[in-house]
């Protein structure tokens, strides 16, 4: 009895932990996501660039008549599927919204000798939005996102009626202050990742230690990435569009916007690429969200800041409660 008793206990303490991590082994997944579901109608469009024939996928829900469409654009470690509250919230406020899968993302196209870069995904950007007869949009980014938005809006200002960065990378040229790293290494980084690391990253890194089944759910694609039939590819791909955030820093396109840009930072976030192999002598304390926004105000004065205090890298999912009133500002231009 005693030995039940005990048992019982440890299965109980073990609750929350499995809990936590629901299905991670399990689940499977290929590399465009077949069996993984998206919020809205998920649609493609086929187009060439650099000499082949590609795939975006993408949800588009339209507009109320006179309403802008905005544009948002996922992070690196994630996929449009992340943006289903701040989605609704705008479909409630009348715009419409177009969420793209970037070319070696989500459920897109995901090849191996492909030029990544943010100039490149911006531009297959502008041929989705030019297929849809979108003429202006919003844009939105987050983060690594928010380095190909800014990019964007530099490219095809007369495209971006607003820009809005919510926790962006790139608010620093980390090849100033990091060592450079070849592709090699990322993809060898990445082939030694198991779905425990995914987590564990995502809980330090993004939610100061807590974790919920809402955060545990942004991870089961990768989880299923590295369980699946195809993760050696997703690896090679991951590592690619890891050299495009160092060798394509868009920190000085912030002197040359015109248009009305707001950034939305949690000033938690101490995201900062590269932070493990600084180079010798440099003594900059690099992610330092709670300081950023105003280097990058020195840059361009009227860039407008919403610092969001306590909150990390991912603050439409964090305390979106919080987040909406100042994003919905940014969106509509309200001062």
């Excluded at 009626?161 to 926790?167: E, I, K, P, Q």
Aim: aromatic residues 12%.
């Amino acid at each position: 009895m005693k030995m039940l008793i005990s048992c019982l206990t440890l299965v109980y303490l073990c609750l929350p932990v499995l809990a936590q991590e629901p299905q991670t082994r399990a689940v499977e997944y290929d590399q465009r996501l077949a069996g993984y579901s998206y919020p809205f109608d998920v649609k493609k469009f086929n187009f060439q660039s650099q000499g082949m024939d590609v795939e975006m996928a993408y949800m588009f829900l339209p507009p109320q008549e006179g309403k802008p469409v905005v544009t948002l654009l996922h992070g690196k470690n994630f996929n449009g599927e992340y943006w289903q509250q701040t989605a609704d919230l705008l479909q409630e406020n009348g715009y419409g919204v177009l969420i793209p899968d970037q070319v070696g993302f989500g459920k897109s196209s995901k090849p191996t000798d492909y030029q990544y870069s943010f100039a490149a995904l911006a531009n297959n950007t502008k041929a989705l939005l030019n297929s849809l007869n979108i003429s202006h949009t919003i844009v939105v980014g987050h983060s690594m996102g928010g380095m190909l938005a800014t990019r964007f809006s530099l490219l095809f200002a007369d495209t971006t009626d607003r820009l809005v960065l919510v926790n962006p990378i790139g608010l620093e040229n980390y090849l100033l202050y990091v060592d450079y790293k070849d592709v090699n290494y990322f993809y060898k980084s990445e082939l030694k990742k198991g779905p425990e690391d995914i987590i564990e990253y995502q809980k330090k890194n993004y939610y100061d230690g807590k974790w919920n089944e809402d955060f545990a759910e942004h991870t089961t694609f990768l989880v299923g990435w590295i369980n699946g039939p195809d993760w050696p590819l997703i690896a090679k791909v991951n590592a690619l569009t890891y050299d495009m955030i160092f060798t394509q820093p868009v920190i000085e396109d912030f002197r040359y916007l015109k248009i009305p840009t707001t950034l939305i930072l949690g000033t938690r976030d101490r995201t900062a690429p590269g932070r493990g192999w600084k180079k010798d002598n440099v003594s900059r304390e690099l992610g330092r969200y709670d300081k950023l926004g105003t280097e990058v105000q020195k840059l361009n004065p009227d860039i407008k800041l919403v610092e969001l205090e306590g909150l990390g890298h991912l603050p439409h999912v964090e305390a979106f409660d919080r987040f909406k009133v100042p994003f919905l500002k940014a969106v509509s231009g309200d001062k």
